[in-house]
Nanobody, 121 residues
Framework: QVQLAESGGGLVQPGGSLRLSCTASRMITSTFTLYDTDWYRQAPGKERELVARATSGGSINYADSVKGRFTISRDNSKKRVILQMNNLKPEDTAVYYC????????????WGQGIQVTVSS
């Protein structure tokens, strides 16, 4: 079973930056390119929302609330997806989750354990 490990969260002041990383294990490297890779977040009392997506086909999408501030990228050789977050705002505070999903087989999906991002002065 694929396992995802996230890193890079923490506490940052408004206007600051963080870089989240998610790396897969127990996955054959050559199969990583088959997967869409997503970052979601969930703030207290709110539903989980999609923040950014980098698809297996090369498309990239962002939630309107993070456009121009967040950048998602993939390193296929390392089975890794990165979320660079700049100009962070207090409303970005949430637990962030990475998700890998095979768009051809929706049941073939894995989630990270979640990592806390707190933006506060």
């Amino acid at each position: 079973q694929v396992q995802l490990a996230e890193s890079g969260g923490g506490l940052v002041q408004p206007g600051g930056s963080l870089r989240l990383s998610c790396t897969a294990s127990r996955m054959i490297t050559s199969t990583f390119t088959l997967y869409d890779t997503d970052w979601y977040r969930q703030a207290p009392g709110k539903e989980r929302e999609l923040v950014a997506r980098a698809t297996s086909g090369g498309s990239i999408n962002y939630a309107d609330s993070v456009k121009g501030r967040f950048t998602i990228s993939r390193d296929n050789s390392k089975k890794r997806v990165i979320l660079q977050m700049n100009n962070l705002k207090p409303e970005d505070t949430a637990v962030y989750y990475c998700n890998y999903i095979n768009p051809s087989i929706e049941a073939d999906t894995s989630w990270g354990q979640g990592i806390q991002v707190t933006v506060s002065s």
